[in-house]
């Protein structure tokens, strides 16, 4: 066995961990980073795929979330492309809804159609009721504590019960805070909508997430290392504190010695590097409740013509399809992800459960009869280029916990640390809640190491 030192080793290079390491290199800390895989920045990252530049899972970055804040004081200059326009397609047709109050306008929009759907019928019409919802919705925001485990879908409840726009505020709640709305608690909805008024505008990054995290990745390798085709085996554990990890390089294995450790590879998979028998029964209690990883049906469909929005440059939400409503057709806002005259179009299809195993070969059925009927020109010019199902017990689930129910960052292991999305703060969401966990962990390893 082999021995370095290092200040602190960080396990993982998805978003939480890529922040905590660049944050504390610009401390002055010696960083050694590992990665399991050949690639940098697990779900916020790319691959080459014939000839697509295809994400491993986030494929928007918010405009205003940690990521950017993240690249600014990184001095990462790294080109991204603002999808400048957001449609909503309801019963068939498209609807551009403008910058502004797009919430408001989505909730009249859906009144009116639903007014005149109901002259037609002759039927009893459901209203939305905009103005009550949307300042209950402002009061509840300023207030999110007081509702405790009430479900979103109960608050909304109360005010109107038309289908459609239950079926915004869930398209919503499952894309953005991985739990649908009557699984999720309304008071993290509350406290999300508080702290990020909703993640508005999004960007697309023309080279692709994995450039970023490269980019990221010089910062910690201007003081320390950066090591990619190198698990971790093992977080070697003596007297209560952590002073090592193991790791598998060029077929070796390496002991390394360190004075912390800070893990982006999932609660679970951290207490199997510490070993069961270093952690207490309390921390495994709560990391059975807490964590709740979120299944998904990644989609990527390549095609000869744009699919749809007619290569508009803006992102479309499809209502009332049986499981996809997020569509990202990303080659109408950066041509460069898609080789020419060819197009991309990445998209999220959830289940109905957020909690429970999905019959994948199921989900796939439904995810293919929706892109048949949603995207007429599908099986004439288009093809699947991937179709990934990811269960809950997938290495990359869609989130590994719902908003409300995250892992704290500390272990029981006082040197030890966890980032990532299953350690989201109140109100944070994606990718940049995952960079915002990195940026909480300084304040902690910088009280218990010094340099």
């Not at 109360?158 to 459609?164: I, V």
Request: hydrophobic share 40%; aromatic share 8%.
């Amino acid at each position: 066995m082999n021995e370095s030192a290092y200040d602190i080793v960080v396990i993982g290079s998805g978003m939480g961990g890529i922040a905590a390491a660049t944050l504390l290199s610009k401390k002055g800390y010696k960083i050694l980073l590992v990665e399991s895989k050949e690639r940098l920045g697990g779900r916020f990252s790319t691959i080459d795929y014939e000839g697509f530049k295809v994400p491993t899972g986030a494929s928007v970055i918010h405009t205003e979330g940690n990521v950017v804040r993240l690249m600014k004081e990184m001095g990462v200059n790294v080109e991204l492309r603002l999808a400048q326009r957001l449609f909503y397609r309801i019963d068939g047709k498209d609807y551009e809804l403008p910058r502004g109050s797009r919430l408001k306008m989505l909730l009249d929009l859906i009144d009116k159609l639903e007014i005149e759907k109901g002259k037609v019928a002759g039927s009893l019409i459901k209203e939305v009721a905009t103005r009550m919802v949307l300042g209950n919705l402002k009061t509840a925001i300023g207030g999110a504590e007081k509702y405790g485990f009430f479900t979103f879908r109960d608050w909304l409840l109360q005010f109107t019960d038309n289908e459609k726009a239950h079926e915004v505020f869930d398209q919503l709640c499952v894309s953005l805070l991985m739990a649908h709305a009557w699984e999720l608690p309304a008071s993290q909805f509350f406290l999300f909508m508080a702290k990020t008024g909703g993640m508005k505008d999004f960007y697309i990054a023309p080279t692709g997430t994995r450039r970023i995290v490269e980019e990221l990745a010089k910062v910690v390798a201007a003081r320390g290392a950066v090591w990619t085709n190198c698990p971790a085996k093992k977080i070697v554990v003596n007297k209560g504190k952590a002073t090592g990890v193991v790791v598998e390089k060029d077929g070796k294995e390496v002991e390394l010695s360190c004075q912390a450790v800070i893990s982006d590879v999932g609660p679970k998979k951290t207490v199997e590097l510490m070993g069961q028998g270093n952690v207490g029964g309390d921390y495994l209690k709560d990391m059975r409740v807490k964590l709740r990883p979120h299944p998904a049906v990644l989609i990527l469909v390549a095609s000869d013509k744009p699919l749809c929005l007619e290569g508009i440059p803006g992102l479309l939400t499809i209502m009332g399809a049986r499981r996809i409503a997020g569509t990202v057709p990303m080659s109408n806002i950066c041509p460069e992800l898609a080789p020419p005259g060819q197009h991309l179009l990445y998209m999220s299809a959830e289940p109905l459960s957020s909690l429970l195993p999905m019959d994948e070969e199921y989900e796939k059925q439904q995810c293919l009869l929706d892109l048949k009927e949603q995207f007429p020109d599908f099986e004439k010019h288009g093809r699947i280029l991937l179709m990934e199902p990811r269960n809950i017990g997938h290495e990359f689930p869609e989130c590994r916990t719902w908003n409300g129910y995250g892992m704290p960052l500390e272990t029981p292991i006082p040197n030890v640390f966890n980032v990532g999305d299953a350690c989201l703060g109140a109100g944070q969401a994606g990718s940049s809640g995952a960079t915002e966990s990195g940026y909480r962990v300084v304040d902690l390893v910088r009280k218990r190491v010094k340099v």
